[in-house]
Each structure stands twice: as structure tokens, then as C-alpha cells.
């Protein structure tokens, strides 16, 4: 029977009455006959060699079945980088450190007992032998002469150094501008702090010779292809790799660490299932970091506030270890994201990476994509504030103009499609930007320190197509798998690459599964997350589900439908080529009479006795799809504060945003994620930061008592629209909506902090968060200066 169209139609997600009802099913839940418990010992300081290693206590306590260290585990290489710089230095990074730990936290043995709390207790019996070492955790201070060495093979800490853009016709433009706004900027250190905690079960089977790992991951395929190929050294078939529900990743979730590979491999000498779930505070050591970027800014503008030229050098902390794709980040992920939706004549960026005693630093929702946006747009609102000109003047003066056939920046993306004007003026529209500056002087003229911040922004998503990536140093292709297997009673299973953990997969792909088939939602089940189950796929990350694994499955469901009209044909004695697929049924063209439903077609081809000559029975097909481009969405927030003189304290009065992510599948479920992602880009802005103590190497904000995480009553009432600009890219012409209010909100929110402070002098700040302590700081020192 046919169905109403649901794309493009806010329809309840499919999945949250598990989760509200407490039956979702996470690694935690998992329970396996003989399962043991697993607790690494870590390493309290920020660097030290590793003289002895003594578990002879902890051996002989209660419930203990094997403890291990990195010397037992021979054979086992170190953790791969899945992306490669021209001179990368890439140090080893074993499972279990052997020789030296280089950041607290940094696992150096593993205790396997009946219980938690046995495993536990005995951690704590295992005895280190630590020479502590000098540590450097200071972003600015790692490449400085007389720093702490982290690794040998890195001289000076520097992990690599890069550059995109023109050099020389970017100096050219400097010479020539009349003017020049320098910014220093710090986009600090984050930590993700999903839901759900890392947590893994491993099990090898040794009657077969297979292993099962159950584990946190956002694309499984992946997390086994680098576990299994250079790590373990164990065949690719033999092991399954599983991520049942996972409760929010924003990133994190996507890398190989140490905990998951070290289970996998000890299940296999103790012939048990293990169990490891981080703690919070774990998960703070851990878990890779976020951001943390120190940058000198310079922008060329014309008196009359043309853009002339953009000039950056940036300085990005990797931690200690290069994780999977930590070099991709600082890199590729956001210095070509530096022409923003402005027009630019010159550009040049220059990023060296550094190792510190610190958690590696990988990608984090939007990874470069939000520090590229903060740096751009806190520099379009100083250019426009060393030109006493309006920021809204000045964007409006400089926006590219709309195109839907592509656009080549200076840094070597070409996007897609864009109108970015549309969305800005429909924005001050929602806002009465006049009627706001208005409001604000009458509030300047009672002390009142009222401001709005502005973020025009554009986000790369869907990161393709393989070849490219692949010379850029990508060492994985970025395609997605789609399979599409139509049952015979004509109900529907797709398997699909990519992975949910929040996003809503189950609800959008049914939705795009349902449209195009016109069979009902109930009718179709949404498989991902198992190896053993799904085509090999590239998972979650970089807002490209829907644009990406959503076209692979068009592209299946497309065959499916040119099977199906085969067989229609012959089932009704007509050409192939008269028939067409109409509302869940094969239709011949201009005979609506003559048709056969979907279902139909699905029993002939499981029962083929009146079935066409050289057609196979069945009725599956399998894509993979690899895009010819990225995806740009787009868009413009706005935030209007109020900041009290008295205390510093930053009130948000308004917040407004406007994106455009293409196409849309689910507006209910796209709002969610743009909600979710303005939470937290108002969180950086405002609250969160990754504190390490400078001396010891220790970090000080590692606990929920130290790292403010936004509460509810802490956010605002957000004001959202959108507008619609399809991609050219892929058939749905979806773009990506998962990262948007991340990437938009922070600098939105700091523009608007310095409008309001402006009042008082204040012209920059050049780092976040904007703490009551630190506004109230700059507020005084500026008054202090008039």
C-alpha cells in the first residue's frame, strides 16, 4: 500500500522510546558467561621513565586473573596515524607504555579480575617505579629552546609544519594595504564528555579461533581494520567488532585507543570475555581532547572595509600522541576553511603541530571547522571595529555572492552552492538589528552593558571524494556503504555504513527508505554498527550520514526499483523500458490500470515460476558511494547579551540562528542537532576549558567539580529558520546539519561579549572562556586605560 511522502516531514524518532524507557542497549549492558572485569594502572605524572614495574602484590589479591604490562605483550605494534603529513614525526604509541609515560593518564598495565571492585583494589597494589622527568603542557611553550622533550624522533616538540594558500601574493597584499588589524587568538582546550563513557567486552571464542569485541565506537569498520591490520596482527575475518547503542561520541568515539586494543588482546591469553568501562575521571585523562589552538591573525582591509588579504599562523597542541586522525584537523579540516563566505584576493596559513605532555587532541564536533570560524569571524569584527564600521556593513560589503555552480576559495576548496547574503538578512530580519541598536544606547546611557555578536559561517562536510583525500594524506577512503534487502513478504532491512549514536539514523534513513519505495516506516528496519552484520563502512564523523550513507542508500534502492521493473514488466507482458515506479507500485506509463504493487514484485523474485529470462531470483542490492565533493552548509547566528559591570557575569538575551543545510529529511530531528550543537559552542564561549597545571602536568579541570558543563537554566530560548540551498553533490541535495551550531555559536557569542564590553573601552579578548573573572578583569583594566 502506498504512503504519504515522509521526507522532508518532522516525524518522531523511531528510537527514543528505548532510550526514555531505560531499554537502550549500551557495552555496559552486556553480560557474557565467565566475564571478568578490567582496570588499567595510568600514570600519575605528566612525564616519566618507567624504571620497574612490580605486580607481585597485586598478583595475590583476591579475585586477580592476570595482570600485564607492556613487555608481555610482544608481538603487538604501536597505534597507527590514519592521516600523513609531508615530515611527520610520528612517535611510537603503544598500547601499554613500556619505557615512559608522557601524560597523566597514559596506561602502563592492565588488571583482569572477577569483579570491578577486585580488579580495582588490586590496580592500586601494582607497584611503579617512576623517575619523574621535567613536562611541558603550554601550547606556546612546547617548540620553545630549553622545553621538556617529549619524544626523541621530535626535536623541539614539533610534530610537523604546514602551510596552504599564496605566500607571496598575500605579502604582496599587506605591502599595499592601508589597513592591518594583529589579533592574537586562543581557542582553548575542550573535553567531550559524552553521555555514555568509553567502554568495551572483549571475547575470543578459541574453539573458532574469533573474536568479538563489543565496543564505543562511531564507525566499527574502521576501529577493526586499524586494531586487527597493524596493530594485533590478527586476521581481519576473525574478528567482529560491534557498537550496540552509544550514548553521544561528538568525535571522540571515532579513534582506536589503547583500552579497546589491549582487551582484545588479553581476552585471547585468559580465554574470558573482559569488560572495561572508563570512569568520568578516566574519561577526562583520556578521552581525546579537543581545540586548543594559540594564533597571530592579521587581516589587509581597505579603508571602506574590503577585504584585502588574511594572513595566519597558528599553533596547534596534539598532546602527547598522535591520535587517529590528529594531524587532519589543524590541517585540512581548517585552515582551507579559512575563506569563510567572504570574498578573499590573498591568503596564506601557516599551522605548526607540537607534542606536550597532554591527552592527544583529535577531533572534537566540527574539528577545525569551529576554530576557523572563531579566528575569521573575531577578526571580521575587529577589522570592522579598527574601522569604526558596522559588523554588519562590513560582511554585507565582503559576502560572496549567490552561486549554485561552485565557487573556488584560496585555499583549495571549491563549494558547492551558497547563498549567504539570504540567510543574513533573513536573520536581521527575525533580530530588528535597528531597533536593537537603539535599545542598546538607551541601555549604555542607565550603565547597562548590553552587545551583539554576529557569526556568518560555513562548515565542509562529507569530506570527499577518496582520491583526493587519499593525496592529502588520508589513509582510509571516505565513501559509505548502503545495502537495501527487500524480503518477500516485501518488508525492508537496510544495512547501512554509517553508525548512530544520537544522530536519529534509524528515523531519516526510514524516512528516505519510505519516500522512495512508498511503503510505511514499520515496514523497514535500519541495521549498522556490526561488522559481522554491514557492508564495510566508513561510519560517523563530519556531518556525512545523510549525504553521504543516505545516497548510498538511493543508489541501492534505485537498483531495487530498476529490478523490480523488470520483473513488473514481465508480469504484465510490457517493455522494461514502458514502466515506471509510482506510489509503492510498477505502473506502465500512461496505464495506470496495469500495475503491480511492491510487495508483489518481492514475492516473484523470493518465488521466480513466471519470473524474465536471465534475471536472478532475489531481491538485494549493495552500493557504495563516493562523493565527487564536499558538502557546504551555511548560515548566521546572532547573540545578544547583557554583561553586569559589577561582576563580569554574562547574561544571554537572545540567541537567533539561521542555517542552511540543503535539502532537509527530518526538520525536527535537524533542529535538535542544531540546538544541541549551539549548547555547545555557547559552552566554549562561556564555560568549558581544559585547565593543566603548568608545573606538574596535571589537569586541574578534570572532574564535573572543575569543568562547567552548561546546565539547562544556564541556556537561552533559541530562535531558529532556515533556508534552503540543495547541494549539486548528491541526489537528495542534503548538505549536513550535525555540527553547524557548534561551528556558528562561539564566535557569536564572543562578539557579542566584546560589543558589550566595548562600551568600557574593550576591544578583543583573546582567549575564552568568558568567565565572570576574566570579563570583569578586561572590563576594569580597559576602564583603567581611559
Not at 19 to 45: C, E, Q, W
Not at 239 to 254: L, M, N, T
Not at 462 to 471: E, F, L, N, T
Not at 638 to 647: F, I, K, L, R, Y
Amino acid at each position: 500500500m502506498a504512503t504519504a511522502r515522509v521526507l522532508g516531514a518532522s516525524i518522531k524518532r523511531r528510537e527514543d522510546p528505548r532510550f526514555i524507557t531505560g531499554k537502550g542497549n549500551y557495552t555496559d549492558d552486556l553480560k557474557l558467561a565467565g566475564m571478568t572485569h578490567a582496570v588499567f594502572v595510568r600514570s600519575p605524572h605528566a612525564s616519566a621513565k618507567i624504571r620497574k614495574i612490580d605486580t607481585g602484590k597485586a598478583s595475590k589479591a583476591p579475585g586477580v586473573v592476570a595482570i600485564f604490562t607492556g613487555k608481555d605483550m610482544t608481538g603487538v605494534n604501536s597505534l597507527p596515524c590514519g592521516w600523513l603529513l609531508p615530515e611527520l614525526k610520528i612517535p611510537p604509541h603503544m598500547p601499554l607504555a613500556s619505557d615512559a609515560a608522557r601524560y597523566v593518564g597514559d596506561p602502563v598495565a592492565i588488571v583482569i579480575a572477577e569483579s570491578q571492585s577486585a580488579a580495582s583494589d588490586a590496580a592500586e597494589l601494582v607497584a611503579v617505579d617512576w623517575d619523574v622527568q621535567p613536562s611541558v603542557t603550554n601550547t606556546e611553550k612546547a617548540a620553545a629552546k630549553g622545553s621538556a622533550q617529549v619524544h626523541e624522533v621530535a626535536p623541539s616538540n614539533v610534530a610537523f609544519k604546514w602551510q596552504i594558500g599564496d605566500g607571496a601574493a598575500t605579502d604582496a597584499a599587506f605591502k599595499a594595504a592601508p589597513v592591518v588589524v594583529k589579533k592574537r587568538i586562543v581557542n582553548q582546550r575542550l573535553v567531550a564528555n559524552a553521555m555514555e563513557p568509553r567502554a568495551c567486552v572483549a571475547r575470543y571464542d578459541d574453539s573458532t579461533g574469533d573474536w568479538t569485541l563489543w565496543v564505543t565506537s562511531q564507525n566499527p569498520h574502521v576501529h577493526r581494520l586499524l586494531m586487527t591490520a597493524f596493530v594485533l596482527g590478527i586476521p581481519e575475518h576473525k574478528v567482529r567488532v560491534i557498537a550496540p547503542d552509544v550514548g553521544g561520541g561528538f568525535g571522540s568515539k571515532i579513534f582506536l585507543y589503547n583500552e579497546e586494543t589491549v582487551c582484545t588482546w588479553a581476552t585471547k591469553q585468559i580465554k574470558r570475555p573482559i569488560r572495561w568501562t572508563s570512569s568520568r575521571r578516566e574519561a577526562f585523562q583520556t578521552d581525546a581532547h579537543g581545540r586548543d589552538h594559540v594564533t597571530d591573525a592579521e587581516v589587509a582591509v581597505s579603508r571602506d572595509g574590503k577585504f584585502l588579504g588574511l594572513r595566519v599562523k597558528t599553533t596547534a597542541n596534539l598532546g602527547a600522541y598522535l591520535s587517529t586522525f590528529a594531524p587532519a584537523v589543524p590541517t585540512y579540516l581548517y585552515a582551507t576553511l579559512l575563506n569563510g563566505v567572504y570574498e578573499w584576493p590573498a591568503i596564506h596559513a601557516e599551522v605548526t603541530g607540537v607534542f606536550t605532555n597532554t591527552t592527544p587532541v583529535d577531533a572534537y564536533r566540527g574539528a577545525g571547522r569551529p576554530e576557523a570560524c572563531y579566528l575569521l569571524e573575531r577578526m571580521v569584527d575587529a577589522a570592522a571595529a579598527a574601522l569604526k564600521m558596522d559588523p554588519v556593513e562590513i560582511r554585507k560589503k565582503n559576502f560572496i555572492p549567490k552561486f549554485s555552480d561552485g565557487y573556488q576559495t584560496k585555499v583549495a576548496l571549491s563549494y558547492d552552492s551558497g547563498n549567504y547574503l539570504g540567510t543574513f538578512d533573513k536573520l536581521l530580519g527575525m533580530l530588528d538589528y535597528k531597533k536593537f541598536r537603539a535599545d542598546q544606547a538607551a541601555a549604555r546611557a542607565q550603565g547597562r552593558l548590553m552587545g551583539i555578536g554576529f557569526s556568518t559561517y560555513i562548515e565542509a562536510c562529507s569530506i570527499a571524494p577518496s582520491k583526493v583525500v587519499g593525496s592529502l594524506g588520508a589513509q582510509a577512503g571516505l565513501w559509505e556503504s548502503g545495502k537495501v534487502q527487500v524480503h518477500p513478504t516485501g518488508k525492508v532491512s537496510v544495512f547501512t555504513g554509517s553508525h548512530s549514536h544520537g544522530q536519529g539514523h534509524e528515523t531519516t534513513m526510514a524516512q528516505i527508505v519510505a519516500d522512495s519505495l512508498g511503503i510505511p516506516m514499520d515496514d523497514i528496519e535500519i541495521v549498522h554498527g556490526d561488522t559481522g552484520r554491514v557492508p564495510f563502512g566508513m561510519g560517523t564523523y563530519g556531518s556525512r550520514s545523510a549525504s553521504v550513507g543516505g545516497t548510498a542508500i538511493v543508489m541501492s534502492l534505485d537498483k531495487i526499483k530498476e529490478k523490480g521493473k523488470k520483473i513488473a514488466a514481465h508480469l504484465l507482458e510490457a517493455n522494461p523500458k514502458d514502466m515506471e515506479y509510482v506510489g509503492g507500485s510498477f505502473v506502465v506509463k500512461g496505464s495506470p490500470q496495469k500495475a503491480i504493487p511492491f510487495g508483489q514484485v518481492a514475492l516473484t523474485a523470493y518465488v521466480p515460476h513466471n519470473y524474465p529470462e536471465g534475471v536472478e531470483p532475489g531481491l538485494e542490492e549493495t552500493s557504495f558511494y563516493d562523493p565527487s565533493n564536499f558538502c557546504f552548509p551555511f548560515g548566521a547566528h546572532a547573540c545578544v547579551v547583557e554583561v553586569d559591570p559589577d561582576t563580569g557575569h554574562v547574561k544571554i538575551l537572545r540567541y537567533l540562528a539561521v542555517d542552511d543545510v540543503g535539502n532537509v529529511i527530518n526538520p525536527m530531528i535537524v533542529d535538535g542537532m542544531v540546538h544541541g550543537g549551539i549548547a555547545q559552542g555557547v559552552a566554549q564561549a562561556l564555560w568549558e576549558e581544559a585547565v593543566y597545571d603548568g608545573d606538574s602536568g596535571q589537569l586541574v579541570s578534570g572532574s564535573m567539580m572543575d569543568y562547567t558543563l552548561p546546565k539547562a537554566d544556564m541556556l537561552p530560548f533559541y530562535e531558529t529558520d532556515r533556508t534552503e540551498t540543495p547541494t549539486p553533490v548528491n541526489p537528495l541535495g542534503v548538505k549536513g546539519a550535525g555540527e553547524t551550531g557548534t561551528i556558528a555559536s562561539t564566535p557569536a557569542v564572543v562578539n557579542a561579549v566584546v560589543d558589550a564590553l566595548s562600551g568600557l573601552g574593550v576591544d578583543h579578548i583573546d582567549a575564552m572562556p568568558m568567565t565572570p573573572e576574566r570579563g570583569w578583569k578586561t572590563g576594569q583594566a580597559a576602564k583603567s586605560k581611559k
